[in-house]
């Protein structure tokens, strides 16, 4: 079959001919319509990720079609319309009978611990725990923006941010995961102050239902960055203070900023990656213990949460194809994997 090749860190992967995937005995193998180009994507293109090794085939963000099943699945057949969360589940370990498939302690990732879908076919693990069916109402490409960023979007901002109506959040980073959060946010019946260096990204974040727009492209220090999105919250009739924020962009200065920026009692949700080799963060911990702050992870979602995100896009509530604003080749993915974030919103590759 035809895939990205990461025979370097650091370096781009090119297309080459590799081998098509065996089916594990209770998997399967999915051929790939769509698959969407992420930072966690890049992150594994430069090393960070200490769980990939080379050669490699990144990609973790897919839809596509059931071709093959393992003997053991029972649920599943050729033929299905699917996604997958980028955790692929056990479903046998304690969090994963606890109902937490996504930090499943004997987890493999697409495009981390095993080959991933910037490839014609790729392999789910686990199929009757991880595969998730696609309504027909929504399309390949859309779909391939669901496994990832607006999934691990969804849990962060519905389920361990605990958002509620009329609540102030604050996204800083608005591509992918953050746009998505946006969109959530304000389906939630939330205030949405979205900040990032980026122009386009926030006339984007406005689009999909940012009240305010936080433009810190002066390279502003975390704590004036946090003192303009309190400005901007309590300039349109807010607190002065946000009750939830993300970091989804993933980095020390997003992450301080979006602690420093909340109210008491307020909640800060982590979703863009950190990884070791990037530096391990500063973070204001005197913040969080005078304000009496939570400080949350969030890493993805697993399967089971997927119906109830999958039934407000099926009723228009929320719709992941609108993020989508640029669709390549795979040939063309190599060379986006180098530079993420170089254009707002979702760029999704098709094999």
Do not use: K
């Not at 649920?75 to 009978?97: D, K, Q």
């Not at 939330?190 to 239902?209: M, W």
């Amino acid at each position: 079959m035809r895939a990205l090749l990461l025979e370097r860190f650091g370096q781009a992967p090119h297309l080459a001919d590799v081998p098509e995937p065996r089916c594990p005995p209770d998997g399967a193998v999915v051929r790939v319509g769509a698959t969407g180009l992420c930072r966690s994507d890049w992150h594994a293109v430069m090393g960070h990720d200490p769980d990939v090794r080379l050669p490699h085939v990144p990609g973790h963000e897919f839809a596509g079609v059931v071709v093959e099943v393992g003997p053991q699945v029972q649920e599943w057949s050729a033929g299905a319309r699917v996604t997958a969360p980028f955790v692929n589940a056990c479903g046998r370990c304690a969090p994963c009978l606890a109902g937490r498939q996504q930090v499943c302690a004997r987890q493999t990732q697409p495009g981390f611990t095993r080959w991933g879908s910037f490839a014609e076919l790729v392999v789910v693990d686990h199929a009757d725990v991880n595969l998730v069916a696609l309504p027909d109402g929504v399309d390949t490409v859309a779909a391939a923006a669901l496994g990832c960023r607006f999934a691990t979007a969804f849990r962060a901002v519905v389920e361990v941010g605990r958002l509620a109506a009329g609540e102030w959040v604050a996204v800083h980073g608005c591509g992918g995961v953050g746009l998505s959060a946006v969109m959530i946010a304000r389906a939630c019946g939330a205030r949405v102050a979205a900040v990032d260096v980026s122009a386009a990204a926030l006339e984007l974040a406005a689009r999909f239902g940012a009240e305010v727009a936080v433009d810190v492209s002066d390279g502003p220090t975390p704590d004036r960055a946090a003192a303009l999105v309190r400005q901007a919250v309590g300039g349109a009739g807010g607190p002065g203070g946000v009750h939830l924020s993300l970091d989804a962009l993933g980095s020390e200065a997003t992450c301080h900023a979006s602690i420093a920026g909340l109210l008491p009692a307020g909640r800060h949700v982590q979703v863009g990656l950190l990884p070791p080799a990037t530096g391990l963060p500063r973070v204001p911990m005197h913040l969080v213990v005078g304000g009496e702050l939570e400080v949350l992870g969030s890493h993805g979602m697993g399967a089971r949460s997927y119906p109830a995100l999958l039934g407000l896009v099926t009723s228009g509530r929320l719709d992941p194809g609108a993020l989508v604003t640029r669709q390549v080749s795979l040939e063309q993915a190599a060379e986006e994997l180098m530079t993420p974030g170089a254009g707002p919103g979702v760029t999704v590759a098709l094999p």
